[in-house]
């Protein structure tokens, strides 16, 4: 069973930055640094539908990016550690909300990041706060 676990929430004042990670593990997989999934992020308030932020192929490195994060958030995916970040820059009041890593199964090659109704693994998130 592949487990998420999120790390690097905090309150931060606006324009400030944070790096979020997630420790990704229980692929089946003979080496991690070949290991070719879409992982990604995604953010939920309350009251409001989780929405996806970003998302990233492993080992390829193809990403993708919703409009409202896209100059400011960077994914990534350390191969070694199979650690997903996101390094989030001129953070808004806005970015405020829970993020979750998610993940796919290894046989899954669509759009990535997918919709939050197709992910096949969830982290249990990690609180983000922007003050104005």
């Known amino acids: 069973q592949v487990e998420l676990v999120e790390s690097g929430g905090a309150s931060v004042q606006a324009g400030g930055s944070l790096t979020l990670s997630c420790d990704v593990s229980g692929y089946t997989v003979s080496t991690y640094s070949l290991l070719s999934v879409c992982m990604g992020w995604f953010r939920q308030t309350p009251g409001k539908e989780r929405e996806k932020v970003a998302g990233i192929y492993t080992s390829v490195g193809t990403t993708g990016y919703v409009d409202s994060v896209k100059g400011r958030f960077t994914i990534s995916h350390d191969n070694d550690k199979n650690t997903l970040y996101l390094q989030m820059n001129n953070l808004k009041p806005e970015d405020t909300a829970t993020y979750y890593c998610?993940?796919?199964?290894?046989?899954?090659?669509?759009?990535?990041?997918?919709?939050?109704?197709?992910?096949?693994?969830w982290g249990t998130g990690t609180q983000v706060s922007v003050s104005s």
């Open positions: 998610a993940a796919m199964n290894q046989q899954y090659y669509g759009s990535c990041p997918p919709a939050a109704s197709l992910v096949h693994f």
